[in-house]
């Protein structure tokens, strides 16, 4: 041991040379390609994003710096950010707790005693697998307005037809209704996984002590299935912020901006005007709503969510 | 386990003694007719819901099938006589859709060997080794779940720019080649559940980690690989946005992004666009009905343990 001159690099060798040593090099060579990947296609974008995101760019010049201007802009000058903001916050409040609800409800109905299940449940999944460009082409169809199925079933049953997708107030309600009949498959199936995993135990017991059904549901379901429904409204949440495709196929984020979300504003000014620098603020202001929110859920979660009773 | 198995006269039994009704008789046919009710309910339930979400997909199937003159008749028409396949065929002289179902396959291909390759590599590690920095590198990658692909599309198109990747498929495959959170995430979690006395006994026998690795543990994950091999075909066959940006000429489009060509190029045409919208989705279908168990779990494994 040449622990008296460099014991740092002596403790070091040492290190390398034993079982634990080996195992550590071993370790590292295994995750060598995440650790590339996390520096080349994560870190330094998100970092080089930051930076442009405080620049004037339009992929042919060297970008500028210019402080805060973009982000000025964006919140003081610019009405179509705002709108961006406020269609993409009713487009998530439309879709996610209506989503989860009624994901859970059906959740609990396939999970009686009934024939079938695995029936219904392959119908119900049937939407998940396919892509949202698949389904909005479908659902741009069912829209519309005069020979659309939708609104054939709307006259069937008595109704005035609605102009969907042109019209300012119908056209985002038409992209949560599509949304939500689009991911209800995959909500479905968390569910039931979690409805499966409450022991069986704690219901025969309340049944003894002469629980109703509903007396169960509320304080044996619900509480316990908490923490999966903790993770289906964050992963929604997350997901339906970035709502893009529907809006893409479907309306080109019209009428009037009616159905223009953060991310389809962002692709139109980083990819249709080529302003890097501003779509770079939009994506960072993206950023920080998404986290913040996820953040939020996390510190809410310990007043919701239990892990047991 | 058993209560659960008994037959509905038993469970009939057990509300009684919960104290409805005295009268044994009169309380069990009560039950009965309310038990029948919502038996009814249930199933009505479960099958407009069900409904729900066939019909449209059959009224896409039903659309590519028909005369363009039959599309836009009142009421609506759900067969077609004759059948229209030749709808199917016209949509390959509208735009090249053989290239676009073979890019979209080389591409989810190369994306999926990548992520399973490169995930279960790190999972194994991240799962049953010891090295420093093991749990801050695994809370890092885990956090990136939170930032939006947007936040680094920008940089990223640059980059492909500057490489000269643009137009090309490798900014949608040689990403996946170095991991992804969800899919070292999920491998982890398969991995942590192996028994440890296997790798004992490997160790014993003088295996090292990365034999151990892809001797012991690959094999054993079949049912893992074959969910994240799934969800990441699937990814990629769906993928919207990063087809869009980086693909830039026609035949190196997906059938994704094709399909909203398509749409522009045909408008009016339902029954192409709806052909195209199946053509689509076709192979993901047939995917989800051979291993639909794989996908039901996977998803279910993600939410319970996340």
């Known amino acids: 041991m040449s622990a008296v001159t460099t014991p740092a690099r002596g403790r070091f060798r040492d290190f390398l040379g034993s079982n634990r040593g080996r195992e550590a ?19 330094s974008p998100v970092l080089a994003s930051l930076y442009y995101s405080f620049t004037r760019w339009n992929l042919l010049s060297t970008p500028k710096w210019q402080g805060f201007d973009n982000y000025i802009e964006l919140l003081t000058e610019d009405p179509l950010f705002w709108i961006t903001i406020k269609n993409t916050g009713f487009y998530v409040l439309g879709t996610v707790p209506t989503g989860t609800v009624l994901a859970l409800l059906l959740a609990i109905a396939l999970n009686q005693k009934i024939r079938f299940v695995a029936v219904f449940r392959t119908i119900y999944f049937l939407p998940v697998v396919s892509s949202v460009v698949a389904i909005s082409v479908l659902w741009l169809w069912l829209y519309q307005s005069d020979f659309g199925l939708v609104n054939e079933l709307l006259r069937a049953l008595g109704f005035r037809g609605v102009r969907w997708l042109s019209s300012v107030t119908w056209a985002m309600p038409a992209i949560i209704i599509m949304s939500i009949w689009h991911g209800l498959g995959y909500n479905i199936v968390i569910f039931i996984a979690g409805l499966q995993g409450i022991p069986q135990d704690y219901y025969e017991a309340a049944t003894v002590d002469g629980a109703n059904s509903w007396h169960k549901f509320i304080n044996i379901t619900i509480p316990l299935l908490s923490p999966v429904t903790f993770f289906v409204l964050t992963l929604s949440v997350i ?18 901006n009616a159905t223009k979300t953060i991310v389809y504003y962002l692709f139109q000014q980083g990819f249709e005007n080529f302003h890097m620098g501003y779509a770079s603020a939009l994506a960072y202001v993206l950023f920080v709503i998404i986290v913040s929110l996820t953040l939020f859920q996390f510190w809410f979660q310990k007043r919701w969510v239990h892990y047991e009773l | 386990m058993s209560a659960q198995d008994a037959p509905p006269i038993g469970e009939a039994r057990t509300t009684e003694m919960s104290g409805v009704s005295t009268d044994t008789s009169e309380g069990l046919a009560s039950y009965r007719v309310l038990h029948i009710t919502g038996r009814v309910l249930l199933y009505s339930v479960l099958a407009i819901v069900g409904l729900t979400m066939l019909l449209p997909l059959l009224w896409m199937i039903s659309t590519s099938l028909k005369e363009p003159g039959e599309v836009l008749l009142l009421p609506p028409k759900w067969i077609s006589v004759p059948l229209q396949w030749g709808n199917y065929p016209k949509l390959f002289d509208v735009l090249p859709f053989d290239l676009f179902l073979f890019n979209s396959i080389r591409i989810a291909v190369f994306a999926t060997v990548g992520s399973l390759l490169s995930c279960s590599m790190a999972a194994f590690a991240f799962a049953r080794m010891r090295f420093p920095g093991r749990n801050v590198i695994f809370a890092i990658i885990l956090a990136t779940m939170m930032i939006p692909f947007h936040v ?28 992804t959170a969800f899919g070292i995430f999920l491998m982890r979690q398969f991995y942590l559940t192996i028994p440890q006395e296997l790798v ?35 990814g990629s ?9 980086f693909l830039t000429k026609v035949e190196t489009m997906t059938i994704t992004l094709g399909l909203t060509l398509l749409t522009n190029q045909a408008g009016g045409r339902w029954e192409l666009i709806q052909a195209g919208a199946v053509i689509s989705i076709l192979p993901i279908i047939v995917m989800f009905f051979i291993g639909q168990e794989h996908f039901i779990q996977g998803i279910a494994r993600t939410g319970i343990k996340g």
Not at chain 2, 154 to 159: A, G, N, R, S, T
Not at chain 2, 163 to 171: A, D, F, R
Not at chain 2, 200 to 228: H, M, V, W
Request: with cysteine.
């Open chain 2, 152 to 179: 680094t599309l920008i940089p990223l198109f640059k980059l492909y720019r500057d490489i000269g990747w643009l137009g090309t498929h490798l900014p949608l495959t040689v990403p996946f080649f170095f991991g």
């Open chain 2, 200 to 234: 004992e006994a490997a160790r014993i026998d003088g295996c090292n980690f990365i034999q151990i690795y892809y001797r012991i543990f690959l094999p054993l994950s079949k049912p893992a690989l074959a969910t994240l091999g799934i969800f990441t075909f699937l």
């Open chain 1, 25 to 43: 090099i071993e370790a590292y060579i295994l995750i060598l390609p995440t650790i590339i990947g996390l520096i080349v296609f994560t870190a």
């Open chain 2, 237 to 245: 066959w769906n993928n919207l946005m990063g087809p869009l940006i």
């Open chain 1, 239 to 256: 997901n339906s912020f970035q709502v893009f495709a529907q809006a893409y196929v479907m309306t080109r984020g019209g009428p009037v």
